[in-house]
């Protein structure tokens, strides 16, 4: 079945520095992807619509130049957290729009 | 999209049936329903999902009453890795290929014992 597979699954980095998390479908393609964070014991919020060939577009409140999203091929997103601070530490998880929703393994993010 | 109201927790005996409940009373025409779980520090995975029919598949059925304001997910026999926060959500089909996005709610934490 459609997989969307998720890389890297864990990463510490330190406090100023940029992480780049991917997001793939496999075996689909996907012109649409979600892109959500998860604080400890809360749920999922979403974050950005990521659009393949076109900016993405954010929730209220989400930071675009902080958060920066490429959608560059049909089987590809990435996530860039630029100039990263322990607040930013939480679990991100992305999703490839079909008919059912297929999610990402999730990535967990330290910031030390 | 419309909302969802799930109970916070449920508990189940592990090998009986677990009902969980969801009210959607605003929901709308074009809005389907879904069921996703998440077990803990993993991604979310799709159980199930119906518009006004009873849907069943190999993990679990979903059954929605004949005005579509609520709805039961059905786990037939339950199992301890059944042990998750199970999300109900409603989502908008615009168009075929135009859907809404999936907002997720806080979800039922469900707990199988032995």
């Known amino acids: 079945g459609a997989v969307v597979s998720q890389h890297p699954s864990r990463v510490i980095c330190k406090s100023g520095t940029s992480v780049k998390i991917e997001c793939r479908s496999l075996?689909?393609?996907?012109?649409?992807m979600f892109w959500y964070r998860q604080f400890p014991k809360q749920s999922l919020m979403l974050m950005a619509t990521?659009?393949?060939?076109?900016?993405?577009?954010?929730e209220q409140g989400v930071e675009k130049d902080k958060f920066l999203i490429n959608h560059a091929s049909l089987t590809l997103s990435t996530l860039t957290v630029t100039s990263a601070h322990p607040e930013d530490s939480s679990f991100y998880i992305c999703?490839?729009?079909?008919?059912?929703?297929?999610f990402g393994q999730g990535t967990r993010l330290t910031v030390v | 999209d419309a909302k969802t109201t799930q109970p916070t927790s449920m508990d189940c005996a592990e090998g009986r049936a677990a009902n969980l409940p969801c009210n959607h009373s605003?929901?709308?025409?074009?809005?389907?329903v879904y069921w996703y779980r998440q077990i803990h520090s993993q991604g979310p995975q799709y159980i199930i999902h119906?518009?006004?029919n009873n849907e069943t598949n190999e993990m679990a059925s979903l059954i929605i009453t004949e005005d579509r304001k609520s709805s039961t997910l059905i786990l037939p026999h339950a199992t301890l890795r059944d042990t998750a926060v199970y999300y109900c959500?409603?989502?908008?089909?615009?168009?075929?290929?135009?859907?809404?996005?999936?907002?997720f709610g806080a979800g039922t934490q469900v707990v199988v014992t032995p």
């Open positions: 999703s490839a729009r079909l008919d059912r929703g297929i």
């Open positions: 075996d689909f393609q996907a012109t649409t």
């Open positions: 990521s659009n393949e060939g076109s900016k993405a577009t954010y």
């Open positions: 605003t929901i709308s025409g074009n809005e389907y």
């Open positions: 119906g518009l006004k």
């Open positions: 959500i409603v989502r908008a089909q615009m168009t075929t290929d135009s859907w809404g996005k999936f907002q």
